[in-house]
């Protein structure tokens, strides 16, 4: 099966789920029992606190994690020993292996920081038949992403991965709220903070890329990067006609959001309100087992990451998002 047939496939689980995250919640009869993989980001707190303290539906409880994540992203090793004693005090109990994690949860956070160590991570919970959300990045390489999907989709194990700007409530409501009409484009921007470990855009970038995506959907044909020590502008053409950018800074204010262009209208894009609206899709996930956000869509993401990389290692060049699957 080639890299664009894959895609295609990769579509078994996604369709957004269209019921009502109350509704679901007060039907379970006993809680979802989530494990946490990595504490060196602070999404993992915010994930142990919304479940157990925010969320007072009683349908779901954080009660394990394994805190070990990047061995040499300091950034991310030196928050360990405060992120555990946080979860802890939510009533998490530290685990010493994923093994051992796996024994005792239904479902899986997988929040390590570090790309690198997701495939095997995630290979895991897949064996495990446990049904996992992957925080950003999926993983620190396009082979690694497609690997993923790949084995979680031959085990049909529900996946689903998503930037918390997605759920934002501006962009939700040009995606499912016809707030401007039809999408004519989009201008997005997010910092872009780089890690060697990771290609350019799949450490912070992602961000960005997400909004520009989650507002125009899939489609994007090509890029061209414009990269520069402060600042990227990737643009890329959707096979309709229409154009999206995204502009990740390196300096200046540390912020997010756009610009949505409409046939009714335009939409300010922002601000960003906090984890809760992801929270709430990852509890609605983790109860109906089907992802708010199509694969392909999730996968088209990184190939526009990855196409960037492509374009900026060729002097700006244009690169399309087929070129970059079919290498892997």
Known sequence: MNRRDFISSAAMAGVTAGLSFPTLATTLLAPIKIGIIGLDTSHSPAFAKYFNVTDTSGNFRVVAAYPHGSKDIESSVSRIPKYTEEVKGYGVTIVDSIKKLLET???????????????EQAFQVIEANKPMFIDKPIAASMADVIAIY???GERNVPLFSASSLRYMKTVQDVRYNNAIGKVLGADTFSPATL???HPDLFWYGIHGV??????????????????KDNMEVVVGLWSDGRIGTFRGTREGKHDYGGTAFGSDG???????????GLAVKIAEFFTTKKTPVEDRETLEIYAFMEAADVSKKKGGVSVKLSDVM???
Do not use: Q, W
């Not at 949860?105 to 495939?119: A, I, P, S």
């Not at 335009?266 to 809760?276: E, H, I």
């Open 326 to 328: 079919d290498s892997h």
């Open 150 to 152: 790949k084995k979680a």
């Open 210 to 227: 997400e909004i520009l995506f989650s507002v125009m959907g899939r489609g994007c044909e090509s890029v061209t990067r414009f990269s």
């Open 105 to 119: 949860v239904d479902v899986v956070l997988l929040e390590t920081n570090d790309g690198r160590l997701h495939k």
């Open 195 to 197: 890690e060697p470990h």
């Open 266 to 276: 335009n939409m300010v894009l922002g601000p960003f309100d906090g984890y809760d």
